[in-house]
C-alpha cells in the first residue's frame, strides 16, 4: 500500500506516478512516447487520473504499455485527500436532459443535433472539430449537392438490390462504419455499440487503431453476435517498426478481415476547436505550459511537431506491411487524394485505395473525395478496372451514396454519423443512421430508375458544376 502524500510528491517531469483505478504507476520515462503528449499525463502527476483516463483507453492498456516494475502497487484509500485525489478543470458542460426522441430524427442531421444535446463539450469537441479554417470539412458536405442526377423514368423498380462487395465481404448495402476513435466519449460501451449494428445489419466496420475499446472485445461482440458484418483494421503507423508489425499481427490473429494503412497521417492536423478545449482545461487547472501534440522541449533531434505516428512512412514500407498482414488482396491505402497517388498505388498492385481527406481534420484546403474520385476518373481512368475504390467525407444522405458509386466508388464510409448516433442513442442510435441510410437509398434508386448497384453508370450523374 502506498501513502496518497508520498504519490503527491511524484508530480514532475522528473519523477511522475499517477493513480488509475486505485493502482499508482510510474509513468516517468514514458512521457514523451505517450501518442497524445506529456502535457496530459503531467496534468495528473502525483494525482488520480482515472476520470481522464478510462473514456479513450481499452481496459489493460497501461498494463500492457509499462513493464512490471513500474506498476508500484494501490494506493491506501484511507490516505486519499480531496487535494491529493483529482484535478480540478474546467467545469464540464453538463449534457442536456431534453434529449430529443430518436422517432423525431429523420435525417442524419436530426441524428447529430440530438448528440450535441448530451455529449459534454469535451466529447463534442473531439468529435466535430476539423483542421485549420474548416475549408476542406466544410466542402465535403457541400461537394455532394454540386453533383446532381439524371433520372430516367417508365422503369419498373418494384424491386431493388443493394447488396455489394466491399474488400471481400459481402455486405447489404454499399457503406460501410468509417474509423473513428474514442466512442466511449459518447457513450460507455463505446465501439461495442459498432460493432453491434455492423453484425445485425451486415455491413463492414472499420476499427480505429485507437478505439477506445479493445480489438479484442470488438472480435469477441462479433462472435457473440453470430449474424453478420465484417471488421476491418485501420492500421496508424507507429515510429517503431515492431510496434507497428504487432498491431498488424494482432489484427489478423484475430481474424480482421481487411488491413487499412492510413497514409495521410505524417502529423496530426492542426484542429483548433480541440487545442483550445485543452488550453481551457489546462488554465483552469493552473498550467502554465500548455498542452500540445507533442513537446518540443524534448532533447531528441528526431522529434517532429504534432507527430505521434510515422512521419517517415513511404512507399516502400508497404511491402514489408504488406508482408506482415500475409494477403495483398485485403490490404487497402486509406487517405489517397489526388490521381498521381491513385495511379501508383494501382501501378503498385494495390487492390484497394480510399479517398479520404480524413474528415477535413487533416490537411485543410485538400480536395473532397468526391474531388479526387472526379480527377481520377478524368485522368486515370484505368484505376477503376484495376482498383476497388472506397470513398468518404461528408455523405449525409443516401443520395450522396449513389452519386459516388455512379462515379466509380465501390462503398462508402460514414464516421461522424455513427459517432453522433451511438452518443445519442447507443446500439439503436447505430441501427437507426444504417436504417436511415438504406431507406434513402432504396427510394432514391427507384426514383433514379436502377433496380441494382450494378446499373450505375456516370452518365446517371451531371458533375459540370463541380468539374
Same mark, same amino acid.
Given at each position: 500500500?502506498?501513502?496518497?502524500?508520498?504519490? $503527491?510528491?511524484?508530480?514532475? /517531469?522528473?519523477?511522475?506516478? =499517477?493513480?488509475?483505478?486505485?493502482?499508482?504507476?510510474?509513468?516517468?520515462?514514458?512521457?514523451?512516447?505517450?501518442?497524445?503528449?506529456?502535457?496530459?499525463?503531467?496534468?495528473?502527476?502525483? *494525482?488520480?487520473?482515472?476520470?481522464?483516463?478510462?473514456?479513450?483507453?481499452?481496459?489493460?492498456?497501461?498494463?500492457?504499455? +509499462?513493464?512490471?516494475?513500474?506498476?508500484?502497487?494501490?494506493?491506501?484509500?484511507?490516505?486519499?485527500?480531496?487535494?491529493?485525489?483529482?484535478?480540478?478543470?474546467?467545469? *464540464?458542460?453538463?449534457?442536456?436532459?431534453?434529449?430529443?426522441?430518436?422517432? !423525431?430524427?429523420?435525417?442524419?442531421?436530426?441524428?447529430?443535433?440530438?448528440?450535441?444535446?448530451?455529449?459534454?463539450?469535451?466529447?463534442?469537441?473531439?468529435?466535430?472539430?476539423?483542421?485549420?479554417?474548416?475549408?476542406?470539412? /466544410?466542402?465535403?458536405?457541400?461537394?455532394?449537392?454540386?453533383?446532381?442526377?439524371?433520372?430516367?423514368?417508365? #422503369?419498373?423498380?418494384? /424491386? =431493388?438490390?443493394? #447488396?455489394?462487395?466491399?474488400?471481400?465481404?459481402?455486405?447489404?448495402?454499399?457503406?460501410?462504419?468509417?474509423? $473513428?476513435?474514442?466512442?466511449?466519449?459518447?457513450?460507455?460501451?463505446?465501439? !461495442?455499440? +459498432?460493432? #453491434?449494428?455492423?453484425?445485425?445489419?451486415?455491413?463492414?466496420?472499420?476499427?480505429?487503431?485507437?478505439?477506445?475499446?479493445?480489438?479484442?472485445?470488438?472480435?469477441?461482440?462479433?462472435?457473440?453476435?453470430?449474424?453478420?458484418?465484417? !471488421?476491418?483494421?485501420?492500421?496508424?503507423?507507429?515510429?517503431?517498426?515492431?510496434?507497428?508489425?504487432?498491431?498488424?499481427? #494482432?489484427?489478423?490473429?484475430?481474424?480482421?478481415?481487411?488491413? !487499412?494503412?492510413?497514409?495521410?497521417?505524417?502529423?496530426?492536423? *492542426?484542429?483548433?476547436?480541440?487545442?483550445?478545449? *485543452?488550453?481551457?482545461?489546462?488554465?483552469?487547472?493552473?498550467?502554465?505550459?500548455?498542452?500540445?501534440?507533442?513537446? &518540443?522541449?524534448?532533447?531528441?533531434?528526431? %522529434?517532429?511537431?504534432?507527430?505521434?505516428?510515422?512521419?517517415?512512412?513511404?512507399?516502400?514500407?508497404?511491402?514489408?506491411?504488406?508482408?506482415?498482414?500475409?494477403?495483398?488482396?485485403?490490404?487497402?491505402?486509406?487517405?489517397?487524394?489526388?490521381?498521381?497517388?491513385?495511379?501508383?498505388?494501382?501501378?503498385?498492385?494495390?487492390?484497394?485505395?480510399?479517398?479520404?481527406?480524413?474528415?477535413?481534420?487533416?490537411?485543410?484546403?485538400?480536395?473532397?473525395?468526391?474531388?479526387?474520385?472526379?480527377?481520377? @476518373?478524368? %485522368?486515370?481512368?484505368?484505376?477503376?478496372?484495376?482498383?476497388?475504390?472506397?470513398? &468518404?467525407?461528408?455523405?449525409?444522405?443516401?443520395?450522396?451514396?449513389?452519386?459516388?458509386?455512379?462515379?466509380?466508388?465501390?462503398?462508402?464510409? %460514414?464516421?461522424?454519423? %455513427?459517432?453522433?448516433? +451511438?452518443?445519442?442513442?447507443?446500439?439503436?442510435?447505430?441501427? /437507426?443512421?444504417?436504417?436511415?441510410?438504406?431507406?434513402?437509398?432504396?427510394?432514391?434508386?427507384?426514383?433514379?430508375?436502377?433496380?441494382?448497384?450494378?446499373? +450505375?453508370?456516370?452518365?446517371?450523374?451531371?458533375? @459540370?458544376?463541380?468539374?
Amino acid at each position: 500500500m502506498l501513502n496518497a502524500a508520498e504519490v $503527491a510528491k511524484h508530480n514532475s /517531469r522528473d519523477s511522475c506516478w =499517477v493513480v488509475i483505478e486505485g493502482e499508482v504507476y510510474d509513468v516517468t520515462n514514458f512521457l514523451e512516447e505517450h501518442p497524445g503528449g506529456a502535457s496530459i499525463i503531467l496534468r495528473y502527476a502525483g *494525482k488520480d487520473a482515472t476520470e481522464e483516463y478510462l473514456p479513450v483507453h481499452p481496459p489493460g492498456t497501461i498494463e500492457k504499455e +509499462l513493464p512490471k516494475e513500474k506498476h508500484l502497487g494501490k494506493v491506501d484509500a484511507s490516505t486519499i485527500t480531496p487535494e491529493s485525489s483529482q484535478v480540478d478543470s474546467t467545469p *464540464k458542460s453538463k449534457p442536456s436532459r431534453d434529449i430529443i426522441p430518436i422517432a !423525431l430524427c429523420l435525417n442524419l442531421n436530426d441524428i447529430e443535433r440530438a448528440a450535441e444535446k448530451v455529449l459534454t463539450k469535451r466529447a463534442w469537441t473531439y468529435y466535430s472539430s476539423a483542421a485549420d479554417d474548416l475549408i476542406s470539412y /466544410r466542402q465535403n458536405v457541400q461537394d455532394w449537392s454540386r453533383v446532381t442526377f439524371r433520372p430516367r423514368v417508365l #422503369r419498373n423498380v418494384q /424491386r =431493388v438490390d443493394m #447488396r455489394c462487395s466491399i474488400l471481400g465481404h459481402s455486405s447489404s448495402l454499399p457503406i460501410f462504419i468509417a474509423p $473513428a476513435a474514442l466512442a466511449r466519449l459518447g457513450h460507455p460501451d463505446g465501439e !461495442l455499440c +459498432l460493432a #453491434r449494428g455492423a453484425a445485425r445489419r451486415n455491413i463492414p466496420y472499420a476499427v480505429s487503431t485507437a478505439s477506445s475499446v479493445s480489438a479484442e472485445d470488438l472480435s469477441q461482440c462479433m462472435k457473440d453476435e453470430a449474424s453478420g458484418g465484417a !471488421l476491418f483494421y485501420q492500421l496508424y503507423v507507429k515510429k517503431k517498426q515492431e510496434e507497428t508489425r504487432q498491431l498488424v499481427r #494482432r489484427a489478423r490473429a484475430l481474424g480482421f478481415k481487411a488491413l !487499412l494503412v492510413t497514409v495521410d497521417t505524417p502529423v496530426v492536423g *492542426k484542429r483548433e476547436e480541440d487545442d483550445r478545449h *485543452k488550453a481551457e482545461v489546462a488554465l483552469a487547472a493552473g498550467e502554465t505550459i500548455m498542452p500540445r501534440i507533442g513537446d &518540443d522541449t524534448a532533447a531528441d533531434e528526431d %522529434f517532429v511537431l504534432r507527430g505521434p505516428y510515422s512521419s517517415t512512412l513511404n512507399w516502400e514500407d508497404l511491402t514489408w506491411i504488406t508482408e506482415e498482414w500475409g494477403n495483398a488482396n485485403t490490404i487497402c491505402l486509406k487517405g489517397i487524394a489526388t490521381a498521381e497517388d491513385a495511379k501508383m498505388a494501382s501501378d503498385m498492385g494495390i487492390k484497394t485505395i480510399y479517398l479520404s481527406n480524413h474528415g477535413g481534420r487533416q490537411l485543410d484546403s485538400a480536395p473532397s473525395a468526391i474531388r479526387t474520385l472526379l480527377e481520377i @476518373r478524368r %485522368f486515370c481512368p484505368e484505376v477503376f478496372e484495376r482498383c476497388e475504390v472506397l470513398i &468518404d467525407g461528408g455523405c449525409r444522405r443516401g443520395s450522396d451514396i449513389l452519386k459516388a458509386l455512379c462515379l466509380g466508388a465501390r462503398g462508402v464510409g %460514414f464516421g461522424r454519423p %455513427f459517432m453522433y448516433g +451511438l452518443s445519442a442513442y447507443g446500439t439503436e442510435g447505430v441501427l /437507426r443512421v444504417i436504417q436511415m441510410l438504406s431507406d434513402e437509398l432504396e427510394t432514391t434508386m427507384r426514383l433514379l430508375g436502377v433496380t441494382s448497384l450494378d446499373q +450505375l453508370q456516370p452518365h446517371m450523374v451531371n458533375t @459540370r458544376d463541380l468539374d
